[in-house]
DNA sequence: CTGAAAGCGCTTACAG
DNA sequence: CTGAAAGCGCTTACAG
């Protein structure tokens, strides 16, 4: 089967008598052409089913119609739901979108972002790992629009669309300490990526704020993925003195840690609470119902989506910073422990904090 | 700030004092350059930060080393797992990988394959909806290397990597059947999906073998969303009559079914079995965890990625059909029936027939 | 109302 | 060992 490929403008110019400006022009609609003429062209383009180059048109035009989304693995629930969404939105404004796994792996990340470059995409949403590259540095400089979705990398000035992550996790750690729990476990990424980092001093404060001391056996930092959460979920019940409750810092985890504490023959909530981070229906639908903080996917997915395309299209400017709040939402998968220490009384203080980040 | 494009190889040559041909040839390596020009040409390249345009290169090369993969929907739990499998394989190929949800509506597909041909992929992989359509016959025509992934379109005498969906359902509704039950309730996708119908027709064929009228009451046939077969779930959970089990046809249904069944107040898998198509951690997580027949997702998805770059390469020839196995996998969902009918013995033809597709 | 022609940024025979 | 030049398939001032 030899590469038969298609019939060009020049081609479709011949056959209808006509110059190739003015089937360029019919078939964009980019000037008047008489009725006669434009149907002349239309049937020369029907006859020989001519599709057009935007290849071609791409090397003139300096447009490409194509973005690009950078994530740490469209496996990841939430990252899929966005994923999905930001899909629809780049089509409906006429871009296709190259997708990039990267693992959390800086090498990858990289190696994308070259090849990003040279096909000239028009854009690029980023979920970057945490630190700048050469080759970040290098489409910053071409002045390829740019936005920071998620995540971002510290100490660059490009626009951001992120969660309150810290404030997120602070209302959860706060709802299991009033619960009584005291040895929360809690499951974090690795700290280069700014979620982990927020997510992670959320922790710290609500523990501080509590006068609770926090045990650095609780916190497990590794990567993300559901294997490592199992682990890293298995290590904390085996622990002299385990957690009566579990953090997860995002999907993966939670299903990492449902597996572990599954394994470990213990059931969740009656005998080990599980907070997780990430709304989605297997949450809701398990038994019981997970705890979750929930994180506006649609809403971040397309204010970073459409943020990118004003400013591709040049309608906006670029210094935006857009911290979305996030939800928790209390359901079965947290309840009291069963030595429950008698609640703790709201300080004043933290009454505020909460007051104020409705 | 100025949209400010990268210098071209036209700069480096003059920089370099040599021609655009050697600039050409140093930075691809396509032919040898004496050590000293070589050494000035990458020197004028660092110092421009010269980056080469895929585009333009596209246009002479008449390849865009990127690929798309044509899936219903990024947020099914077995299209992600494959996507995820296909970008990596791509990638190490040296192929980008555009992603395009079509929501199973012709339409979005049509539009999609029109833009798709104007970008000049390089090969699509495409799991579609079922029905021809003047795009996708475009495609054919000009040679695109084009592979059926997981679903093919009727009467197209194109490569197809499939799974023995027909298979794999009769196998799990024998199970249930063996277990007492004689109503189960069925969720599946439109008919003109071949997978939806392969899976119905394993599910009616188990039902003839054992002599179980098949009562149309109990088969559900809608969109392929949570949502859709949470409604079917509900709607078949109210009957006067209703199943004693519910298979759910994927992963999307399985969620949905769950969520119905917790809506309605009953317990499974002690009130109603609930049998799953596709196999991911939550499957696994949940309480009871799931039986399921799985499909082999990454030899799927290695498969039909390896099929399309050797087309790609003119490599292998395109008379390829395979059908990977799926294999049922029971968990604690749907334990026999509580007014347990007496097993029923094996027929002859049944045990063949299981013994053949070993 | 339409056309001739330059040019987008590369690659690649062809030639020496 | 290297260069001059054509050409990939479009768009778009410029001109009439």
Redesign the interface.
């Known amino acids: 089967?030899?590469?038969?490929?298609?019939y060009t403008i020049k081609d479709v110019a011949r056959l209808a008598g006509v110059s190739q400006a003015t089937v360029s022009h019919v078939v964009n609609q980019t000037r008047f052409v008489s009725e006669e003429t434009r149907h002349r062209v239309q049937a020369a383009v029907v006859e020989l089913?001519y599709?057009?180059?935007?290849?071609?048109r791409?090397?003139k035009t300096?447009s490409?119609?194509?973005i690009a989304i950078t994530v740490p693995?469209?496996?990841n629930l939430f990252i899929?739901?966005a994923?999905?969404c930001i899909?629809?939105i780049a089509n409906t404004h006429g871009f296709?979108?190259?997708?990039?796994?990267t693992d959390d792996v800086l090498a990858k990340e990289e190696h994308y972002l070259e090849?990003?470059?040279?096909?000239?995409i028009d854009g690029l949403l980023i979920a970057p790992i945490g630190k700048t590259s050469p080759a970040f540095e290098?489409m910053r400089?071409?002045?390829i629009p740019i936005v920071f979705f998620d995540r971002y990398i510290e100490g660059s000035d490009l626009p951001i669309v992120e969660v309150d992550n810290a404030g997120g996790v602070y209302q959860a750690i706060c709802h299991l300490i009033q619960d009584g729990h005291r040895r929360i476990g809690f499951l974090s990424g690795p700290l280069i990526v700014s979620t982990s980092n927020q997510r992670t001093a959320g922790y710290l404060r609500a523990l501080h704020e509590h006068g609770i001391p926090v045990d650095p056996l609780l916190i497990k930092r590794v990567a993300s993925t559901?294997d490592a959460g199992c682990r890293a979920t298995a290590e904390l019940l085996a622990m002299p003195d385990p957690p009566t409750a579990i953090f997860a810092g995002n999907n993966l985890f939670t299903?990492?840690a449902?597996?572990a504490i599954?394994d470990a023959g213990l059931?969740c909530p009656d005998q080990i609470g599980v907070f997780g981070f990430d709304d989605h229906?297997?949450a809701?639908?398990?038994?019981p119902?997970l705890s979750v903080v929930r994180q506006p996917v649609y809403e971040l997915a397309t204010a970073a989506a459409e943020l990118l395309i004003s400013l591709i299209r040049g309608t906006e400017n670029?210094n935006v910073h857009r911290i979305l709040p996030a939800e928790v939402v209390i359901r079965g998968s947290c309840a009291p422990h069963h030595d429950v220490l008698p609640p703790l009384p709201r300080t004043i203080g933290e009454r505020e904090t909460i007051a104020a980040r409705r």
Chains 1, 2 share one sequence.
């Open positions: 089967m030899a590469k038969q490929v298609s089913q599709q057009p180059s935007a290849i071609a791409g090397l300096k490409t119609g194509t693995n469209i496996t899929n739901a994923v999905r899909e629809e296709n979108v190259i997708i990039c796994n090849v990003l470059i040279a096909k000239r290098a400089a071409m002045g559901s299903v990492g449902l597996l599954k059931v229906e297997w809701q639908a398990y038994v119902p670029s």
